[in-house]
């Protein structure tokens, strides 16, 4: 059940907290569809993690990148790309109004952004649509599962903070 995930960018293990360097997402270039607020909505199923990094790139500017930054650099929102730079980080920034756990892997990341994320709408997404997203911001991050999807399954052993 613990699944490893192999062919981690940077030759990264298990951590990604290994200084892979500030690798940011190119800049996504304001989509054509500037959907009304909302969710480019395909719901299907994405088979790989590459897949769902392509999807989630759309979700993240759709739903995320107002507040995170585009390239999730942060702004009105801490920033979610450059784990190696403090993003991220395994305790709760300090005065943190929503986050109140740890995250030790992705599936701690994935736990909390359900809840919470966007403030004020969480749940808007499908949980397909959350996974993709935080493909994206792996990959931003530096993590590559390549043949393999991030879920439920496969998240816990994406270890941000050993
Ligand atoms: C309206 C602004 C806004 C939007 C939109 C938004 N967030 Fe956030 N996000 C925040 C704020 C503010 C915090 C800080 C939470 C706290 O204080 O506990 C946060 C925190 C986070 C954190 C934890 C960061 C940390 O270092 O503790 C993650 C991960 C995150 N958001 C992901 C997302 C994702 C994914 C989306 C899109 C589905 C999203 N957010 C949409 C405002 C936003």
Same mark, same amino acid.
């Given at each position: 059940m613990d699944r490893r995930f192999g062919a981690a960018a940077c030759g990264l293990g298990m951590a990604l907290s290994i200084a892979c360097g500030g690798e940011t997402p190119p800049a996504e270039s304001p989509s054509s569809k500037t959907a009304s607020g909302a969710t480019n909505a395909t719901n299907a199923t994405n088979a790989t993690f590459e897949a769902q990094a392509a999807e989630g790139q759309k979700l993240y500017a759709a739903?995320? #990148?107002?507040?995170? /930054?585009?390239? =999730? +650099?942060? /702004?009105k929102a801490p920033p979610v790309v450059g784990v190696s730079q403090?993003? $991220?980080? $395994?305790?709760? !920034?300090? /005065? #943190?109004?929503?986050r109140k756990t740890q995250f030790r892997s992705a599936a701690d990341v994935a736990t909390f952004v359900v809840k919470s994320? !966007?403030? =004020? +709408?969480?749940?808007? $997404?499908?949980e397909e649509q959350y996974w993709a997203i935080l493909a994206f911001d792996l990959k931003a991050n530096g993590v590559d599962l390549g043949a393999k999807r991030l879920d439920a399954s496969s998240a816990p052993s994406v270890v941000l903070h050993p």
């Open positions: 739903n995320c #990148a107002s507040c995170h /930054g585009a390239g =999730g +650099e942060g /702004g403090g993003a $991220l980080p $395994l305790d709760p !920034p300090t /005065g #943190a109004k929503y994320m !966007p403030p =004020g +709408e969480a749940g808007k $997404l499908t």
